[in-house]
């Protein structure tokens, strides 16, 4: 899915509903839950209904940003905060109590845009029987925190690179002190993969990043 930034008419609302998704893509074999919070009174909203996407950090779940999507929602806009099942609380509490050896898997940088852009292919398909086709998925604002901002300057097709990359990644460096460090670390086990599959679509996009956005390739014309 291609997408244009968000043009859509911003509203106001009273209040806001939460619905919980549990949304399997079976390409992946992977599952994705997802909040999807919109404004109580979305029925009667005029125009299409704005749509942000927030990602979460390493570590973290959607529910850290439920109040932020509830002052979206109640300003006319749909929020959307999928799971990246691999980086996210759970994973971290595990490793905590010794159930598994890693906090992530490199395979997350992957996977993370992958949720977003599955995320919003299926709630495009839902769009209508679900939502009353009230919600504008053609002009989508993809926000996101520390390792989600990575994720959502990745779903708007930012490449990484990797020459950048390989400089800042010294293995003689404290990377377990520095988080943005040790993510951008583990990233070069996925040059290869990650060259392969670059892009995943254009959106209007805002990272509160600890992941250095310099490990990005500037870009050549303005998003």
Do not use: W
Request: one cysteine or more; aromatic letters at 6%.
């Amino acid at each position: 899915m291609l997408l244009r930034p968000a043009t859509s008419h911003i509203g106001t609302s009273n209040g806001s509903r939460q619905r919980s998704l549990q949304l399997t893509d079976p390409a992946r074999n992977r599952t994705v839950p997802v909040e999807v919070v919109v404004p109580e009174d979305l029925a009667t909203l005029p125009g299409p209904v704005p749509v942000v996407v927030i990602s979460h950090g390493l570590g973290d779940r959607p529910s850290s940003f439920l109040d932020i999507a509830a002052h979206a929602a109640s300003h006319g806009i749909v929020a959307v905060l999928p799971e990246h099942i691999g980086s996210n609380f759970t994973q971290q509490q595990a490793l905590l109590n010794g159930m598994a050896r890693e906090n992530f898997l490199p395979q997350e940088f992957l996977d993370r845009p992958l949720d977003g852009r599955f995320v919003l292919d299926e709630l495009s398909r839902r769009n209508a029987d679900t939502f009353g086709g009230r919600r504008d998925l053609d002009s989508v604002v993809v926000v996101g925190h520390s390792f989600g901002g990575y994720t959502a300057l990745a779903l708007g097709g930012a490449t990484i690179d990797f020459n950048r990359l390989a400089e800042r990644c010294d293995p003689s460096s404290n990377i377990l002190a520095d988080a943005a460090l040790l993510l951008e670390h583990l990233q070069q086990a996925l040059v290869q993969r990650v060259q392969a599959r670059r892009g995943f679509g254009r959106k209007h996009l805002l990272g509160f990043l600890a992941v250095d956005e310099r490990i990005f390739c500037q870009a050549r014309q303005q998003d």
